[in-house]
């Protein structure tokens, strides 16, 4: 099996999970993943619980569709978390190898909080939360498909591997489709836990444990 065929069978496999699982719902949020000559991604209007490995849509780095059925209209997401990660600059990330997006309910409901801190969404209330998604900025709120949401997204991409769209949902960059779907399951599960603990007072990891986690795991 090539590479290509891999990834999009590996693609599929991991969209339907995250749809049985309820991470996702309808024909909301969208996967890709970096090739050699392009990248992947869940075509436009597509449930992530009936896929076709052959038919997803394969792109330039321009945007431009090679093959498959027509992409996601959210394709600059993607784009922008890629060329952001995968830049020379100074702020560019670790690289990143797939991106997930999705509208998964609890941290969508944390994203419409008016409480927030907009420079960090969510408090460090586990280790695996620090370890596996660090810091999580509010990106300002544009309708799905308006562009300026790229450049906003790009503001964020390079310091951070995931994002928090307002009144949207979580996008995640990740060296592979294993390491970005941990890191949205942990943001996911970290958000429902706000959740259950909002009002009251809780025991976050304090900076000390938190730097020392950040040391341990680069």
Wanted: with cysteine; hydrophobic share 40%; glycine share 8%.
């Amino acid at each position: 099996m090539s590479a290509e065929a891999r990834a999009r069978e590996d693609i599929c496999r991991l969209a339907k999970s995250l749809f049985d699982r309820g991470l996702t719902h309808g024909s909301t949020g969208n996967l890709s993943a970096k090739l050699e000559d392009g990248w992947l991604l869940t075509p436009t209007g597509s449930s992530l619980g009936s896929l076709d490995p052959a038919r997803l849509s394969k792109l330039s780095w321009k945007g431009e569709l090679i093959s498959g059925d027509k992409p996601s209209k959210e394709s600059f997401l993607h784009l922008a978390m890629y060329e952001e990660r995968n830049g020379t600059g100074p702020a560019a990330g670790a690289p990143a190898g797939a991106v997930i997006h999705l509208h998964s309910t609890h941290s969508v409901a944390v994203s419409v909080l008016d409480d927030v801190d907009p420079a960090d969404v969510l408090p460090p209330i586990t280790a695996y939360y620090v370890m596996r998604v660090g810091s999580l900025p509010l990106v300002p709120y544009f309708a799905p498909g308006d562009l300026k949401l790229a450049d906003a997204v790009r503001r964020f991409a390079g310091r951070h591997h995931a994002l928090l769209l307002a009144n949207h949902g979580p996008v995640v960059a990740g060296s592979t489709l294993a390491a970005a779907a941990d890191a949205i399951e942990e943001l996911e599960e970290t958000a429902k836990l706000f959740l259950l603990l909002h009002g009251r007072r809780i025991r976050a990891l304090d900076q000390k444990q938190v730097d020392e986690l950040r040391k341990r795991n680069g």
